[in-house]
């Protein structure tokens, strides 16, 4: 059954462009894929291994600046990919470090404000990202000699990507690597006794978080040819949290959904009214208040509570609240 | 840089750091005792400086808009404490979810009723002249701002540390489960701290409205100095708080004219030092 929904949805996001209809929600869909992958990277920290990120757009922006410099630069579209790739890690890898002196709550708070910093890089240091007015680049890439010009072909290079990063978080979960960084959201002193080392687990799972951020960034740029400031904003940072916790962190499918959601409402929303950032409080206030566990989870429970009330003496048990609960 | 402009920028590092101080005494509370990340916290500022904006505006006096404004929004934040964070307890994931949404709405709602241009209020007509120090002049309201943290941070020392709620209160900081088993009604606590750490945002940002105005996106700009003061100074620490408030400010107005294009960078660079060095901050305690 679930194997036949999820070779549905493969589907029939494969041949997106062809059933959509129009530019516009062919480029709505890429946006979709791209916000997706970016979720499904946060969701390694928030969801899998427990630590609430609030700074994961200072990855996004990183990848999306270093990729627009460096397009400015002449460079190959392989060099690009892979010279805006190499600053996120290395961005990622000096924010864990940083992030990972705090437990819990300082864990959030020192990524809020190392977000910030690459916010006041971009607003502020205007001789390398340009300040307010942000950076323009022309031209896609054409790996394998398809131009990825048009929005479909566009949409479908971003959707091997999404299936490359899809992938990888399955293989990622069912790992033994995956079954760690699970062990040191639930039992960290335990785990510690046993002999694993919970920071360097801790560090490597940010790794893998900023490398799909990265990659999200990456994508963001050919596809808007277009970064300011904004795409690094706390905003930015808590609309991916949404995204994330709206889906259901650390499942496969949550995040999926998730950008699927705030995507869609955000354009919706910004299309008939203006408050979108009213829209987006008050989605994080009901999830949080109804729906602590996410969309998708939530959703599950409340089907098999109905279904279980239709059937006597069934008491299905509740999941923990919180997601990320220690 | 000439002797009189660093005197000119020690002053307005002095005046940052006064309002820094009230802004981040009541988030370092909250969060010291209720382990709240209360993102809410920059809006308190905004808003309590719309507030005393528009009660300006309607005739009444700065200090009376500014007390006023203050206990409005700690109503508003003990609303919110008593309705949704209550009901959080335990869950960080939830509390940052919730007051980051809560935030993005204020924020919204003081967009649509005080519209996007920034509004200044005006300084008080006492405080309107210059003193005159060292044969340099400056501007008394900004001298004032000082005083009146340092002030308040008196108070609050006194609070903490002389009353018999105040020892309550660090009861409840230190070991929340054992001031409860020794009768400290701990939940009531969490409401009044929550309470008083939302009028000090308030206050700050009608006091620093003459300097900063108030303008839509206020929020978000004092928020991460609140966070950057509690992570240096130590959650819980009055005095980190005071001490890690005047390093931010001085360190923002001598960042600004010496590096104009890092100054937001440079802010947050001791605070990266100290995470490195002494992760608890400089006078917090070890997590237990």
């Avoid at chain 1, 479909?152 to 960084?181: C, D, E, K, Q, R």
Wanted: net charge positive.
């Amino acid at each position: 059954m679930k194997r036949v929904v999820v070779a549905a949805a493969l589907a029939s996001l494969a041949t997106a462009p062809l059933w959509v209809g129009g530019t516009y929600y062919v480029n709505i869909a890429s946006q979709i894929l791209i916000a997706a992958i970016f979720a499904l990277g946060i969701n390694v920290l928030v969801g899998y291994a427990g630590l609430v990120t609030l700074g994961h757009a200072g990855l996004f922006g990183i990848a999306a600046y270093a990729g627009a410099r460096l397009m400015n630069h002449g460079h190959g579209h392989v060099v690009v990919a892979a010279g805006a790739l190499a600053v996120t890690l290395v961005g990622a890898a000096v924010f864990a470090a940083l992030a990972l002196r705090g437990e819990g709550l300082g864990f959030v708070m020192i990524t809020v404000a190392l977000g910030q910093i690459v916010w006041g890089v971009a607003y502020r240091w205007i001789s390398i990202t340009n300040g307010d007015n942000g950076i323009s680049v022309s031209g896609r890439p054409s790996p394998l000699g398809l131009s990825l010009a048009s929005p479909a072909n566009f949409y479908w290079a971003t959707f091997v990507v999404f299936l490359a990063a899809v992938a990888s978080m399955a293989i990622f979960v069912a790992s033994p690597f995956g079954a760690s960084v699970r062990g040191t959201r639930d039992q960290p002193r335990r785990m510690n006794a046993l002999g694993y080392h919970v920071w360097m687990i801790r560090f490597l799972a940010f790794l893998f978080s900023g490398f799909w951020s990265g990659v999200a960034g990456l994508l963001y740029i050919y596809y808007n040819q277009f970064v300011g400031p904004q795409v690094v904003a706390l905003t930015a940072s808590a609309e991916a949290l949404l995204m994330v916790i709206s889906g259901g962190a650390a499942t496969l499918l949550g995040p999926i959904a998730g950008a699927m959601l705030v995507v869609i409402v955000k354009n919706v929303a910004s299309a008939y009214i203006e408050r979108w950032n009213f829209v987006l409080g008050a989605i994080f206030v009901a999830i949080v208040v109804f729906m602590p566990e996410g969309l998708v989870p939530g959703t599950v429970r409340r089907w098999r509570g109905a279904m279980a009330a239709l059937r006597p003496r069934a008491a299905p048990a509740a999941p923990a609240p919180g997601g990320g609960g220690r | 840089m000439d002797m009189s402009l660093t005197l000119v920028l020690a002053v307005n590092s002095l005046t940052l750091g006064g309002l820094l101080f009230l802004l981040s005494a009541g988030f370092s509370l909250i969060f010291g005792l209720m382990k709240i990340p209360n993102l809410t916290h920059g809006s308190f500022f905004m808003l309590g400086g719309y507030v005393a904006a528009s009660l300006i505006g309607w005739g009444v006096d700065f200090w009376s808009a500014a007390l006023l404004s203050g206990l409005l929004v700690a109503a508003f934040g003990g609303i919110v404490e008593r309705l949704i964070l209550r009901r959080l307890a335990g869950a960080e994931l939830a509390q940052v979810l919730v007051t980051l949404g809560l935030s993005f709405m204020v924020a919204d709602v003081c967009l649509t009723v005080w519209t996007g241009d920034p509004i200044r209020i005006d300084t008080p007509s006492a405080l309107r002249g210059a003193t005159s120090v060292l044969g340099v002049a400056f501007p008394a309201y900004r001298l004032a701002i000082s005083v009146i943290a340092v002030l308040f941070a008196a108070a609050l020392w006194a609070l903490l540390d002389q009353t018999r709620l105040g020892a309550m209160i660090r009861a409840g900081v230190d070991d929340p489960a054992m001031a409860r088993v020794v009768g400290i009604r701990v939940s009531r606590l969490f409401t009044l701290v929550f309470c008083l750490g939302a009028w000090l945002a308030g206050f700050a940002g009608v006091i620093g409205g003459p300097i900063l105005s108030v303008y839509p996106g206020l929020d978000q700009e004092m928020l991460p100095l609140a966070l950057v003061v509690v992570i240096l100074g130590g959650s819980g620490s009055l005095l980190g708080s005071l001490v890690g408030s005047f390093i931010v400010g001085f360190l923002y107005n001598f960042g600004q004219a010496l590096f104009p294009e890092l100054a937001y960078v440079v802010l947050f660079l001791p605070m990266l030092v100290v995470l490195v060095l002494r992760p608890q901050g400089l006078f917090g305690r070890q997590a237990g």
